[in-house]
């Protein structure tokens, strides 16, 4: 074998096994990154939206509540995961809310 062709197989073989490890490790990168994006998109009570909906990060803080059963948890445009802290809210552009708390736009199932 001569050595171009020992350079090719060692680069093919280098190439199928970063290849290999890319595969299986874009799956736990793609959560880590979607994470840290989905947590910097955090909606806070002063932001203009969550504001004009009256948002509380604790809806045993939100006056406007009548409901003492009604918190963003059982909300029809709560999209989170049972038992979460926190899960993405339709009525605030998906952006994560409080799992306990409450907002105008709370809608029973």
Do not use: H
């Amino acid at each position: 074998m001569s050595e171009v062709t020992v350079e090719i197989a060692l680069n093919r073989r280098r190439w199928i096994k970063l290849v290999s490890i890319a595969a299986a490790a874009a799956p736990f990168a793609e959560a880590v990154v979607g994470r840290l994006a989905f947590a910097a998109d955090t909606v806070s009570e002063s932001d203009p939206a969550a504001a004009a909906l009256k948002y509380k990060a604790d809806a045993t803080k939100a006056p406007e509540r009548k409901d003492a059963s009604a918190i963003c948890d059982n909300c029809t445009y709560y999209t989170g995961k049972p038992g979460s802290s926190s899960g993405p809210c339709a009525a605030l552009g998906d952006r994560l809310v409080a799992a306990k708390g409450w907002c105008t736009s709370w809608e029973g199932y």
